[in-house]
Nanobody, 122 residues
Framework: QVQLVESGGGLVQAGGSLRLSCAAS????????MGWFRQAPGRDREFVAT????????RYTDSVKGRFTISRDNAKNTVYLQMNNLKSEDTAVYYC???????????????WGQGTQVTVSS
C-alpha cells in the first residue's frame, strides 16, 4: 500500500522559512517525477514545483521561483520543499504528489499525500 506522508508545516511570520518533507512508503519512487501542490481556501489546487526522478531537473511556478527549492533523497524515498522568504499568499495546504516517469509538468498525479498546513502571518 502506497503512502505519502507530509510533515513540516506550521505557522511562520512573513519572511520566515519552513522545510516540508514527503516520505513515501509502499514502493520506491526513485525514477519517477514527484511534486508539490498547494490549495488555499476557496481556490483550486495549484502546481508549486516538481523534480525529476534523478533530481537533475526541477520546475517551479513563477510565484515561488527564487524562494522555494525542491529536492529529493532517493535513498530515503523522500522529497523536500525548502520555502524561504515566505509571504502571506503562500498560506495553503501543501500536498505531495507522485507524477509519472517523464512528466515534469505533473499533469497526471497517481498518488497524493494528506497535506500539511502552512500559515504565513503578515
Amino acid at each position: 500500500q502506497v503512502q505519502l506522508v507530509e510533515s513540516g508545516g506550521g505557522l511562520v511570520q512573513a519572511g520566515g522559512s519552513l522545510r516540508l518533507s514527503c516520505a513515501a512508503s509502499g514502493r520506491t519512487f526513485s525514477g519517477i517525477v514527484m511534486g508539490w501542490f498547494r490549495q488555499a481556501p476557496g481556490r483550486d489546487r495549484e502546481f508549486v514545483a516538481t523534480i525529476s526522478g534523478s533530481g537533475s531537473i526541477t520546475r517551479y511556478t513563477d510565484s515561488v521561483k527564487g524562494r522555494f527549492t525542491i529536492s529529493r533523497d532517493n535513498a530515503k524515498n523522500t522529497v523536500y520543499l525548502q520555502m524561504n522568504n515566505l509571504k502571506s499568499e503562500d498560506t495553503a495546504v501543501y500536498y505531495c504528489a507522485v507524477c509519472t516517469v517523464v512528466d515534469i509538468d505533473c499533469k497526471i498525479r497517481t498518488y497524493w499525500g494528506q497535506g500539511t498546513q502552512v500559515t504565513v502571518s503578515s
